[in-house]
């Protein structure tokens, strides 16, 4: 296959501790200046003690990376896939430098986040300049993949899956990680609120695939103070305005995580669920894609596409729903946070687009 400019992949994730005396600098690395409440911090930190200490983040990475490099070896795509994490051990910084070692010059770069805004998007791009800082590495990161037939068609089969056996009222709630208003406001660019957006079609088109015809979109995680909006409703909220509206079984579909991340494991399954059973409520999780085949296969669409694009040919970009394939190239004033005016890379007049 031809990977022409590219000559390496970069897996790009969030990383997450995996022993006890990892959480606390873990949660200072998250939260460097972003003026998160010390008791939001310690409530967190629990969670991970909860689980041993342990995120469940970097095992299943190095469950995608397996699955990765076995993909691209099967379809002849014959590159090196490298891996880094915005906030733990392996560090971007380290991946690049690994790079650098090894003589990679062009890189695409998969995250492991599927939407548009400031944390999915420009941070990482601000991640990632960083870490090319001084090495002679290009880095394209590639498109949003919301909707992609690969990250949509895995949610569906989860969610026809959840609902096999559930009694005829069951209600879907489909989850995401909730964000302060303001960044929603800026996702995509300025009153785009391209985050809601794109959930919103996920959902309704993962609703539409597996046949439920109850469904609404729920948030959870939110953090910060109390003071400033995020989005609403909260899942363990919604469950309780469901049940009072009569609703008797739910199935929760994670939309907003590509793994079971803390926030699925701590959040949906220990905490939801036990509102739920408070309420007695029927409660089941759909699966995340993890390292479904076809979401596998999605990563080296994506690259094979990006590649094309950089090689100046005409290419059939993959999307599914009403919203179009995501851009490959941020415009100026995508996913801004007036906290930040960090240099990044992938947007329009960036350095290393
Ligand atoms: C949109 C979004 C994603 C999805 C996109 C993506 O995947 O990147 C995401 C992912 C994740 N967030 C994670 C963990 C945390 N996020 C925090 C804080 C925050 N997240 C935010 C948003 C998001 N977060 C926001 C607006 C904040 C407030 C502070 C700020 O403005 O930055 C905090 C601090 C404590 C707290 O405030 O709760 C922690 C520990 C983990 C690791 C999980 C694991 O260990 O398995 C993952 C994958
Ligand atoms: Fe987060």
Redo the contacts with the bound molecule.
Sequence with gaps: MDVRPFDALLLVS?G?PEKPDDVVPF?EN??AG?G?PRE??EE?GQHYFLFGGR???NGLNRELLDALRKDFADHGVDVPIYWGNRNWDPYLRDATEQMAADGVQRAACFV??A?S?Y??CRQYRENLYDAVSGLQIGLSRLRHYFNHPGFVGPFTEATRAGLQGAPADTHVVFVT?S??SS?NEASGGPGRQMYVRQHESVAAQVAAGAGADQWSLAYC?R??SPHVPWLEPDINDHLEALKASGVSSVVVVPI?FISD???VIYDLDTEAKATAERLGLRYVRAATPGAHPEFVAMVRDLFLERAAVERGEIVDRKSCGELPPSHDVCPADCCLNPRSSLPTIGGVGDMTA
Aim: no cysteine.
């Design positions: 969030f997450g949660l998250v939260t972003r998160i939001r911090l967190v995120s469940p983040i492991t986040s939407y805004s944390s999915g990680h964000i302060p960044m995680s953090s910060g907003g991340h803390m926030e």
